[in-house]
């Protein structure tokens, strides 16, 4: 399996690139690339996911060793970028899929959500439009703020194995994702060890960071929810070369279904409920599952069998941007709506020109009554939005500074 990886670069380590290189391709949309991750973030990513421990002698491994890796550069030296790179890059992915066998999507970074943006509604429409066209091309994606793709909190496990004494990471986000509980799962965070560039922006920036493998091999520690990404990404090419044929659907319905409990020893409360998500990531339940549980509350083994549906996103609705651009197309079929009596209007009588498309609307129509493979998605207006303006100019690592809290560099290491 390949895992393209969207971020600042990806170095040729020899964790990656021996005894046979598995960096498969490298392009780049960001700023000019003087060497190939001058930023550091990418590298350490890529590490987690497929890392396979040479200069360690086996001490740092990642999570899929032999996976392959595509180097997809569409942030800067500092870790910002652009809106429109990250849409040229997961373009690219679309069109150089096959070629590389790419799977899935890692994307380490978020932008801010905002109000009265074009598209109308929260969030990041433009990207989740570009992200959509490649889910619907095959493939498994996350991203910080949408119902469909797989998106990933942090835990600190407090330097144990058990997962009993684990607690949600303090930079661990949770949400809504218009009216969706987010995030989907955790995965650990927090002071994980993976590939170093020497003089990278980071490594020049967090050099107490900089950590000694048994046989001198010197390797990096960070934290954030950019680095439990990259270690679900892992489970996930782990679970697609066990499962190739699986949708991405039945990939988040496993992923979620099998997630684990944790913290049943922590004294530390949850800010929320559902900043866990469905719990802890359990790759190897995941991986070992020949089906899926049609319960997301965690802990739960899969039992039905893959051919069933799955059910991961069945209830979820289209983030409101997305919806927005797909009216046009959705304006031929019938109007199904869940409670016909809902806030006391005649909801049967609405049509596609009276119906005011507002929250209560989208919250109330039957998304899950739409075949979403018959659209003709040629027909959608993507180009209708002006992904390279600078209102969307803001996406940007989150793991920066984490390390440098006195908090998270004087523990264990």
């Not at 890692?106 to 509604?121: D, K, L």
């Not at 929320?272 to 790759?283: C, S």
């Amino acid at each position: 399996m390949t895992v393209a990886v969207l971020d600042s670069g990806v170095a040729a380590d020899p964790d990656l690139t021996q005894p046979s290189n598995r960096i498969l391709a490298s392009v780049n949309f960001a700023d000019t690339r003087t060497t190939s991750d001058p930023g550091g973030h990418g590298t350490h990513v890529a590490g987690i996911v497929a890392g396979n421990g040479t200069r360690s002698g086996g001490q740092f491994v990642g999570i899929a060793p032999q996976a392959n890796i595509v180097d997809v550069r569409v942030l800067g030296r500092t870790g910002s970028g652009r809106i429109s790179s990250v849409v040229a890059g997961i373009q690219w992915v679309i069109g150089h899929r096959a070629a590389y066998n790419i799977r899935v999507i890692n994307m380490s970074f978020g932008a801010p959500v905002t109000v009265n943006q074009y598209p109308p509604g929260p969030g990041r429409p433009e990207l989740r439009q570009a992200i959509a066209e490649h889910r619907r091309r095959y493939g498994t994606e996350y991203d910080p703020d949408s119902q469909v793709l797989v998106t990933v909190g942090a835990t600190d496990d407090q330097g144990t194995t058990s997962p009993r004494d684990d607690a949600l990471a303090v930079f661990s986000s949770w949400g809504n994702a218009d009216s969706n509980a987010k995030p989907d799962l955790v995965a650990p965070g927090r002071h994980i060890v993976s590939l170093r560039v020497p003089g990278s922006a980071l490594d020049s920036m967090l050099p107490t960071s900089v950590v000694a493998a048994r046989n001198g091999a010197t390797y990096f520690r960070l934290s954030g929810t950019s680095m439990a990404t990259p270690v679900v990404s892992g489970a996930v090419a782990l679970l697609l070369q066990r499962q190739p044929s699986l949708t991405p659907d039945q990939v988040k319905a496993l992923l979620v279904g099998t997630a684990q409990q944790f913290g049943q020893d922590s004294t530390a409360t949850l800010p929320d409920p559902t900043a866990r998500g469905a719990g802890l990531l359990d790759a190897l339940a995941a991986v070992s599952s020949s089906g899926f549980s049609a319960t997301t509350s965690g802990g739960a083994l899969p039992t039905a069998p893959l051919s069933e549906p799955a059910i991961a996103n069945r209830g979820h609705r289209p983030a409101d941007g997305f919806a927005r651009t797909l009216l046009p197309v959705l304006r031929q079929l019938p109007l199904r709506w869940k409670d016909l009596t809902l806030d006391g209007i005649a909801w049967q009588t609405l049509t596609w020109d009276s119906v005011a498309w507002d929250s209560v609307a989208w919250d109330n129509f039957d998304w899950d009554s739409i075949a979403w493979d018959s659209i003709a998605w040629d027909s959608v207006a993507w180009d209708s939005i002006a992904w390279d303006s600078i209102a969307w100019d803001s996406v940007a690592w989150d793991s920066i500074a984490w390390d440098s809290i006195a908090w998270d560099a004087s523990s264990h290491d």
